[in-house]
């Protein structure tokens, strides 16, 4: 991964990070298991037998799902608090619109390419941007999607400016709501999959002792800059992916989901769900975009609504909708004799909460 | 500060798509429709801006299509089925007319849509309708592309184009200035509309051979809360003549800002003075500055102005809404009027088989018989160009023009080789 | 010559209602090291309480509708501070940005209730709604207005922090909290007031600019990142790097439109992104410790 001194595993061993992040008996973990298999089996039946209208809501949700865990890569395990992860979604979204419009890629090829060329993108400015810490780093992503929006908005004859890019640039095959639904769903499974996997490798461990002790893995002798870096381009990767994926639900890309709130949007998914938990982001997803898109047929105050459940998490449970779900489990199991009292808060003991 | 003037709505692609229930915050509530099988009724659609600086478009347009529709089911309906309109505000933003398109056609089984205000939300709605084979009305939205770069056999458009409303400014502004040597500026909306709008006015100008020099450009965003820093950069150009794409509430502001500069007093401006920026500037509507107008009330029984029922139409709007109806209102009635002949003579609501008998049709409306030529489906309409006045209208008491000059269509007009020679 | 005035007096103008709000925002990172995304929804309830307040009248009633939406809001700042910003000062980043959002959110879906989601518009008051010559340049009086505004704002902040008691106890409420508290200052008050004031200046610039603007919901979010932008380059808590910002970013913007008004809006970013890699703490900052 990174030209490192000590390889990952043995500082994660150091560092005494189980090398294995799937905590908890046995039993826990199967069921855990079963509960996501079961979440997964629910999905597919729904984008299957909804109306067509209401599939393509899943088939959105579902994508953005992918975006929430990508942001969360760097977000909640690696302590980066990006607000410029639409830069990559809008690279990946673009890749496949302008590939249209300018008759320079196919279909198949820019849904193929779009990844890489977010990992690309990333590498400067990752490089550019981890420079900086903390809430320096927040503000120069935070520029940079705007940068990118601007861009975006101004070069008319690249992008199709402000007013963006529509057409039938999604082959015919992926027109009908549920086979483009399958489609995205499959996609995403892989990718959450490999994600899981980063996070669970050394190197996932790597990036979490750093968030946690930034001085301690330093002062190992592990390059920290560039195990950032290496996180940074990953997660350009997949957040390019998920953008792809945009274009196959809304056959579009435009401006907007290039500045700087599209870029939070990730960010606040991850927040609700849980940016300690590896699924919270999920969760996140699914509740922020059926709340902005059904809680409107009731409430006209959807943003209300969204920014009083941000702020409820934000300032009562810093862990989320997921180490709320740990926390409740925690509390039947004090209801049950004594044993197993121990229960500590986030973020160690949310990890792997689906 | 550019970034100040940015564009007003900055939402994230996630709430665009959501935006369609600020409809109601604007006073047209989303009606849900039990769909176009059940209870002999059909649903119609249209998707447009009704919030925002140049909602009066939107607002005064739907209430047009309203009222066509409410005569349609006062005569027992069209195909003896009863029609009902579905809207949503799409907040001029491309994402959300494309979405709220959509779901009028899956959701609410739309079987035609009326054309939003900004040609860039209507670029965005025609590969929609194309994929579900809506046929779509536009009768606000103009930009030439519509029709040749974008065209599609779904898409019709009642209102003059890119090229023809410009066109007719120019014209006017030709026969004004002679072979007088004069300075030009433009400012215009930051989109396709603006850029194709001016681009037809300035080829329009090399056409007519008109002596002029091209001293500032300005394209400040649709929108734009603060157009001042766009403004300042026009006015220190001292144009003699300025061409203003802009419209609604967008082109008051800029009214209201540039007397601040005392800059009607040296410079004529070419803009939309239609209805609503006269109305709302009131005493301070711009004497001597150049008003066009795509079907202004006060051009009544002029060709273009002078079909069956136009009086009587101008009569009930201003007798149920207190005030004369706009352009886009009288133009938004003469789409809907299209779409019914065109059912009626298909004897069906199938989206292709209404596209096909309008194609080439010659249809009677308000407006007169409008012809919608095969070769790109633009109506043969007219524009009308005048100059402000300086007192109220002895007979609307309104301020509006000294006299109506009216551009006909096939002055203006490409011809069918020009128009697919655009198609790309 | 006219040429240049005119654009040198827009500039001004421009640079100086930037400034006004920008200065909030510094002010209350300075004495609280919290970014407050909600601080350009301070700024659009200041415009929409003048529509208001103001109505159609153009006279004596615009200027009592400034000094009301400057003190309505600040109201509303001081309840944005004790129900939500007293929490996460202190907090990590993430924390606050995400919390002070929220803010954002839900205060611009109470203004769409208050105020609908239509643009209103109000002329600027007799007496300085006209045209003045210069040079043979014709000039909007009312620039003079928010020019003379944002110098008088400069000058009472300058006095303020750098002549008074409260200056340098905001000063010191960051650098060394517990000294202030051993001294009998009340850490809470001093933020509370603060943060209301930091409202107060948001809510005063976005009154004072609502004659030469169309004011509708959306606003709160286009002037955040402009006033961003302008507190980094000048350096986060820092009033004087605050005014030269926001100059240079209005002569940047004013400069690029001439030279190429494609490329012109990307400056100011390219600008903010230079600063932050070479010099994170801004022009006029002090580097954190």
């Known amino acids: ?354 | 500060m550019r970034v100040l003037g940015k564009k007003r709505r900055a939402r994230s692609y996630l709430t665009a798509l959501t935006v369609a229930a600020l409809a109601a915050t604007a006073g047209t509530a989303a009606t849900v429709s039990a769909g176009a099988s059940s209870g002999g009724t059909v649903t119609v659609g249209e998707s447009t801006t009704l919030s925002g600086s140049i909602a009066e478009l939107g607002q005064t347009g739907l209430q047009g299509v309203q009222f066509a529709i409410n005569a349609i089911n006062a005569h027992g309906g069209l195909l003896g089925k009863h029609i009902n309109v579905v809207s949503a505000d799409d907040a001029a933003t491309p994402a959300t007319g494309a979405s709220n398109a959509r779901n009028f056609i899956l959701n609410d089984h739309a079987v035609a849509m009326f054309g939003p205000i900004v040609s860039s939300v209507a670029s965005a709605e025609e590969p929609v309708v194309t994929q579900y084979k809506v046929p779509i009305f536009f009768y606000i939205s103009n930009d030439i592309a519509l029709l040749t770069k974008d065209y599609t056999p779904y898409a019709f458009q009642v209102v003059p184009n890119t090229v023809m409303e410009p066109r007719a400014a120019a014209d006017y502004l030709a026969h004004m200035v002679g072979k007088k040597k004069i300075t030009i500026g433009t400012f215009a909306p930051n989109y396709s509309f603006g850029t194709s709008t001016v681009a037809g006015f300035i080829q329009a100008l090399k056409d007519l051979h008109v002596n002029y020099k091209l001293v500032n450009q300005q394209f400040p965003p649709l929108e734009a809360t603060n157009i001042a820093p766009y403004l300042s950069a026009l006015v220190a150009a001292h144009p003699e003549y300025v061409f203003n794409a802009q419209f609604g509430g967008d082109l008051v502001t800029f009214s209201k800002q540039a007397a601040q500069y005392g800059f009607f007093k040296h410079t004529k401006v070419i803009a939309m003075y239609s209805r609503y920026p006269l109305q709302s500037l009131g005493a301070g509507a711009p004497a001597g500055a150049i008003g066009f107008d795509r079907a202004p009330f006060w051009a009544l029984g002029k060709t273009g102005m002078n079909g069956t029922g136009m009086a009587a139409f101008i009569n009930s709007f201003k007798a149920k809404y207190h005030q004369y109806p706009s352009a886009w209102a009288i133009m938004g009635y003469s789409a809907v009027q299209t779409w019914a002949y065109g059912v009626k003579k298909a004897g069906t609501f199938d989206g292709t088989k209404v596209s096909a008998a309008l194609s080439g049709a010659n249809v009677p409306t308000i407006r007169g018989t409008l012809n919608l030529r095969a070769c790109d489906h633009q109506a043969n309409v007219p524009e009308y160009v005048g100059t402000v006045s300086a007192k109220p209208s002895a007979q609307y008491h309104l301020r509006l023009w000294d006299s109506v000059f009216v551009a006909q269509a096939k002055d203006i007009m490409l011809t069918c080789a020009q128009s697919k020679a655009l198609r790309g | 010559m006219a040429r240049f005035l005119t654009e040198t007096i827009g500039t001004l103008s421009d640079a100086g209602s930037l400034f006004v709000v920008a200065a909030g925002l510094t002010l209350v990172f300075g004495a609280m090291r919290v970014i407050n995304l909600a601080h350009g929804t301070f700024y659009m309830y200041g415009a929409f309480v003048v529509t208001t307040v103001a109505g159609t009248a153009s006279g004596l009633r615009f200027w009592v509708a400034v000094v009301v939406a400057a003190l309505v809001v600040a109201v509303l700042g001081a309840i944005v501070q004790l129900g939500v910003v007293r929490f996460v000062v202190g907090k990590e980043p993430l924390t606050q940005l995400v919390a002070t959002f929220a803010v954002l959110y839900i205060l611009a879906d109470v203004a769409l209730h208050l105020w609908g989601s239509g643009a209103r518009s109000v002329s600027a008051p007799l007496g300085v709604s006209g045209t003045f010559t210069l040079a043979g340049a014709y000039l909007p009086v009312y620039d003079l207005v928010i020019i003379g505004t944002a110098v008088l704002v400069g000058l009472v902040l300058w006095l303020l922090l750098s002549h008074t008691s409260l200056g340098w106890m905001i000063r010191a409420a960051v650098d060394d909290p517990e000294l202030l508290q051993s001294g009998g200052v009340n850490l809470r008050r001093l933020h509370l007031a603060v943060f209301a004031t930091g409202a107060l200046l948001a809510a005063l610039a976005g009154a004072i600019v609502t004659p030469q603007i169309s004011v509708a919901p959306g606003m709160d979010q286009s002037i955040i990142v402009s006033s961003l932008l302008v507190v980094v380059i000048g350096g986060l808590g820092s009033v004087v790097g605050t005014a030269f910002a926001a100059l240079i970013i209005g002569i940047a913007d004013t400069v690029g439109t001439l030279v190429d008004p494609t490329w012109a809006s990307t400056f100011m970013y390219f600008a903010v992104i230079l600063v932050l890699v070479v010099r994170p703490w801004g022009l006029f900052g002090t580097p954190e410790r």
């Open chain 1, 1 to 354: 991964m990174a030209r490192t001194a000590p390889n990952d595993a043995a500082v994660a061993a150091v560092l005494g990070v189980p090398a294995s992040a799937a905590t908890g008996s046995l039993a826990s973990r199967v069921g855990r298991a079963a509960a996501l298999v079961a979440f997964v089996a629910l999905v597919v039946v729904l984008g299957l037998t909804l109306a067509p209208a209401n599939a393509l809501e899943l088939q959105y949700a579902v994508s953005l799902t992918l975006f929430a865990v990508a942001t969360n890569l760097i977000l909640g395990f690696g302590g980066l608090v990006s607000f410029g992860q639409g830069i990559f979604y809008g690279v990946g979204a673009y890749t496949v619109a302008l590939g249209w419009m300018h008759q320079s890629l196919n279909f198949t090829e820019a849904m193929v390419l779009a990844p890489f060329f977010g990992a690309v993108a990333a590498i400067p400015l990752g490089m550019l941007a981890l420079r900086t810490r903390r809430l320096y780093f927040s503000l120069l992503t935070l520029t940079m999607s705007q940068l990118a929006y601007v861009i975006a908005e101004n070069q008319t004859n690249l992008t199709g400016g402000t007013n963006g890019v529509f057409g039938a640039m999604v082959p015919t095959w992926l027109l009908d709501p549920h086979t483009s639904f399958l489609f995205t769903a499959a996609i995403v499974a892989v990718a959450i999959a490999i994600l899981w996997k980063v996070v669970h490798s050394p190197f996932g461990l790597v990036l979490r002792a750093i968030r946690d002790n930034r001085e301690r893995v330093e002062a190992l002798g592990v390059n920290v800059y560039a195990h950032e870096l290496a996180a940074f381009v990953i997660s350009a990767f997949f957040c390019s992916l998920a953008g792809s994926l945009f274009v196959v639900y809304s056959q579009s890309s435009y401006p907007e989901i290039l500045n700087w709130t599209a870029s939070g949007v990730p960010v606040f998914m991850a927040v609700i769900g849980g940016m300690y938990s590896f699924f919270g982001p999920v969760v996140g997803a699914f509740v922020y975009e059926f709340a902005s898109h059904y809680l409107i047929e009731y409430t006209q105050d959807w943003q209300l609504v969204i920014g009083a459940v941000l702020l409820a998490i934000v300032l009562l449970r810093p862990d989320g909708l997921a180490g709320s779900l740990g926390s409740l489990r925690a509390w039947l199991r004090r209801r049950r004799p004594v044993e197993q009292a121990t229960v500590a808060a986030a973020p160690e003991n949310a990890e792997g909460t689906p």
